[in-house]
């Protein structure tokens, strides 16, 4: 079949995008579903970090590739062998799937499915190969899901699936922002209720983390370099906020405190905040290299730790099912990180936006697919 989608073709391009125009919208083909995938018609996609730091060259990938990594949309077809997954189910998607089978997956404890980590860095699918093709190329998929496009050919372990009554566009940020982010909070870091939370960075991610440890009953401080940010975030969900430089020059020490940058300056402001007997934990994505210096002494003479957490940290069919609940009772208003919606056509401003600091989270929205179904 036929569909659209945003196809990057050139990495690291100069700004803006929008003149330069690095993601093309290509007509694309796709394969049908193999068995154990099936074939999603997205309906909502969000505009996340991950995705721009592969426009932008922080994150090196071949092109072409079909961008997008954190999607919502309905099932319309199975392949063979598929459980769990029915035509007509509502489902996000998951950039990072768990085969079950190797040995990460049976270990104790959480690792990164081996199998799923090796075919996200090929840009294959799970079992194997591509299911995209341009111009008669097969090219890459993004995290396994590809979801800047109108149908995304995915493993039936790319995808959980959701309450009817789950807004799409909320939907969508359940498998990439806030399972990132509240994974952080509840699984790496373990943050209780009456305990002090601080979150620097505040993207997607970390507004993700503050509404879920507001959620569980933790004290939350916002931290960024951005003054709007930080408004936006005492706005949000924040009980105060800081500049980095404030809250290190006022000896602020917090219980939990989670980067959410992506830089060795944020980390390193992050591990100065944790106090005695603290959890810092790290989830943004920095250039491949990149190191920082931290007092080894302080770490084991104050009892503190450093972790690291991608994904959340969590297995993505438990934890997102447990923030759709936390999202349909009230205590988690995803919504609220939206701030902006655009189309296929507009991805290459939604970059500059993000890129520039104006958007939390921007949704991609899909009006009814014209291609769809074409042979």
Not at 142 to 161: K, L, M, P, R, T
Not at 296 to 324: C, F, H, K, N, W
């Amino acid at each position: 079949m036929k569909a659209r989608a945003a196809v990057l073709g050139v990495i690291g391009a100069d700004r803006p995008w929008e003149q330069t125009r690095p993601i093309e919208i290509r007509q694309i083909d796709l394969e049908a579903p193999r068995p154990g995938e099936v074939l999603v018609r997205m309906e909502a996609a969000g505009v996340c970090h991950s995705d721009l730091s592969r426009v932008s060259g922080v994150r090196e990938c071949h092109v072409p590739m079909v961008l997008g990594h954190e999607g919502c949309g309905i099932v319309e077809h199975v392949g063979a062998d598929v459980t769990g997954v029915s035509v007509g189910d509502k489902v996000t998607l998951t950039f990072m799937p768990r085969c079950g089978e190797c040995a990460s997956c049976l270990a104790p404890g959480w690792r990164l499915c081996e199998r799923g980590l090796a075919a996200n860095a090929a840009g294959e699918m799970l079992s194997g190969g591509r299911r995209i093709a341009l111009d008669g190329m097969p090219i890459d998929h993004h995290g396994g899901v590809s979801a800047f496009a109108e149908y995304a050919v995915v493993d039936q372990h790319s995808v959980v699936v959701l309450p009817h009554e789950i807004p799409s566009d909320v939907g969508a940020l359940l498998g990439c922002a806030v399972l990132t982010g509240g994974g952080a909070v509840i699984n790496a870091a373990r943050a209780r209720a009456g305990q002090s939370v601080a979150i620097v960075g505040l993207g997607g991610v970390g507004l993700a983390a503050a509404l879920v440890a507001r959620a569980i009953g933790a004290h939350v401080t916002a931290i960024d370099t951005n003054p709007a940010k930080l408004t936006a975030a005492t706005e949000l969900v924040a009980d105060d906020a800081f500049l980095p430089d404030e809250a290190i020059d006022a000896g602020k020490r917090f219980d939990v405190v989670v980067e959410c940058v992506g830089h060795p300056a944020a980390l390193a402001s992050a591990v100065s905040l944790t106090g005695v007997g603290g959890t810092t934990v790290t989830v943004g994505l920095s250039r491949p290299g990149s190191t920082v210096a931290v007092d080894s002494l302080a770490l084991v003479t104050e009892a503190r730790s450093l972790v690291g957490s991608y994904m959340g940290s969590g297995v993505p069919a438990t934890d997102i099912q447990r923030y759709a609940e936390m999202y349909l009772d009230g205590t988690l208003p995803v919504e609220r990180l939206i701030t902006g919606s655009t189309c296929l056509e507009d991805l290459n401003v939604a970059m500059d936006r993000l890129q520039d600091g104006l958007e939390i989270r921007q949704i991609v929205r899909f009006e009814p697919a014209t291609s769809g179904g074409e042979e």
